[in-house]
């Protein structure tokens, strides 16, 4: 089975300032898939960014890039230039790469305790 | 719809009795997935469906949940008897497919509340 850890609670930062979330993660898959989701008061889960076991390059998004290190199983999120916008829960999360039938693959979530981030003006 | 809607936003009942939470997926996708959300649990996965294939119930906690999507589209969680520890946040996503390339989106959840 998969888990996924999150070290961080809560973390804050000043509105135009970076900050990293940390993940590390526990598998023996070899191929596998990474996301942060980003969870705002309104509860609604929104993909930030997904990375691709397989590709040594680090996935980013705008704002958002990732520091992926498969051999330490570690997967951080990094936010720069905050803005108030980004306050919301982070979630970490792993996918297996398992096929099913038919070619199909499945995309079951597993995801990490989550890391409270607030962005202060 | 433009997204996933589910339906009651918030619902509180009282120990024991039945309840029916409801998820819309948005329109074309196939794969569609619940999970809940606790303080204790954190976020957990319950259960898959994949157009018209088994779905996949090993995420689900006890026998009094069950599931099921109609016509390959809404889907239907059911809690019987509910217990204070059902309480949580229960969110439903769907994908095009169920290939690991496709983004799953979620909807705002619905608040369960047992009493």
């Known amino acids: 089975a998969q888990t996924v850890t999150q070290s961080q609670p809560e973390m804050s930062v000043q509105e135009a300032e970076t900050v990293t979330l940390s993940c590390t993660y526990d598998t023996s898959e070899s191929n596998y898939y990474l996301f942060w989701y980003k969870q705002p008061p309104s509860r609604q889960m929104i993909l930030v960014i997904r990375q691709e076991a397989y590709k040594q390059q680090n996935a980013t998004e705008n704002r958002f890039s990732v520091n992926f290190q498969k051999a330490a199983k570690s997967f951080s999120l990094k936010i720069s230039d905050s803005q108030l916008g980004d306050t919301a829960m982070y979630f970490c999360a792993f996918m297996k790469r398992k096929r099913g039938a038919g070619g199909t693959s499945y995309g079951k979530l597993t995801f990490g305790q989550g890391t409270i981030l607030t962005v202060h003006p | 719809g433009a997204g996933v809607s589910q339906s009651p936003s918030n619902k509180v009942t009282e120990k024991g009795k039945d309840v029916e939470l409801r998820c819309d997926p948005i329109s074309g996708h196939t794969a569609l997935y619940w999970y809940r959300q606790s303080l204790g649990q954190g976020l957990e996965f319950l259960i898959y469906?994949?157009?018209?294939?088994?779905?996949?119930k090993s995420g689900l906690p006890s026998d009094r949940f069950s599931a099921e999507r109609t016509g390959g589209s809404v889907s239907t969680l059911t809690i019987q008897r509910t217990q204070q520890e059902d309480s949580a946040v229960y969110l439903c996503a769907s994908s095009l497919a169920a290939r690991t390339t496709d983004t799953q989106y979620f909807g705002p959840g619905t608040r369960l509340t047992v009493l």
């Open positions: 469906f994949q157009g018209n294939s088994a779905p996949d």
